[in-house]
């Protein structure tokens, strides 16, 4: 039962260009998302999050979007500078903190 | 201050013998999340504890895998029997007593469990 789905394995984008990475989910109940950085033998470290009650919120060159009718939400990179390059995991809150993740998508920024 | 800290962060072991991880909170942080990734996967919640409570195990497999989170000392994750299909990384997580509902939490490096 996958809460949270990323569909992109993986994306590339070349330096200065946006990153699109996107998201969707089935649970109505969720509170807010969040999005989260890995890096190879790092734990995930956060990045930006939304409130379910927003459908925007930015963060220098972070931005995200929350669709709720579409269940669907996505981060914008701009620029994408080649230090993004990591695993990004969406992530879902519910009940009692608890985070649900999507499979994460690697995102290469090319120089 | 310190992050959350994890313990070791890679351990060997055969089957059958036994696993244990540790992790301490991040100072002011009552609240400890378990997650294993399995390779090539996301992140999967395994348990949630607070300060000698289980709040909720719903992801914990039934048998081998247990959780503590003792009053003085770090959480320990331990896996009994080892299996091969044990091999992942187990991350923890903290958050402070009150996150404000936006559901932030903090990682850990992760211990790098292999089952020869």
């Known amino acids: 039962d996958q809460q949270v789905k990323q569909n992109s394995p993986s994306l590339s984008v070349q330096e200065g260009r946006i990153s699109i990475l996107n998201c969707d989910y089935t649970n109505s109940m969720f509170d807010y998302f969040l999005w989260y950085k890995k890096y190879p033998a790092e734990g995930p470290t956060f990045l930006i999050s939304?409130?379910?009650?927003?459908d925007k919120n930015e963060d220098g060159r972070f931005t995200v979007f929350l669709n709720k009718s579409a269940k669907h939400l996505s981060l914008h990179i701009v620029p994408s500078q080649p230090g993004d390059s990591a695993v990004y995991f969406c992530a879902a809150s519910g009940e009692g903190n608890k985070l649900v993740f999507g499979a994460g998508t690697i995102l290469r920024v090319k120089s | 201050n310190a992050g959350v800290m994890q313990n070791p962060r890679h351990l060997v072991r055969r089957r059958g013998q036994e696993a244990r991880l540790r992790c301490s909170p991040m100072?002011?942080?009552?609240?400890v999340y378990w997650y294993r990734q399995l390779p090539e996967e996301g992140l999967k919640f395994m348990v949630y504890l607070q300060k000698e409570n289980i709040i909720d195990e719903s992801g914990m497999p039934k048998e081998r895998f247990s959780a503590e989170f003792p009053k003085e000392g770090p959480s320990i994750l331990r896996i009994q029997q080892v299996v091969r299909g044990d091999s992942a990384a187990y991350f923890c997580?903290?958050?402070?007593?009150?996150?404000?509902?936006?559901?932030?939490?903090?990682f850990g490096e992760g211990s790098r469990l292999t089952v020869l």
């Open positions: 100072k002011g942080h009552s609240h």
């Open positions: 997580a903290s958050s402070p007593l009150h996150a404000g509902n936006t559901g932030e939490l903090f």
């Open positions: 939304i409130s379910s009650i927003k």
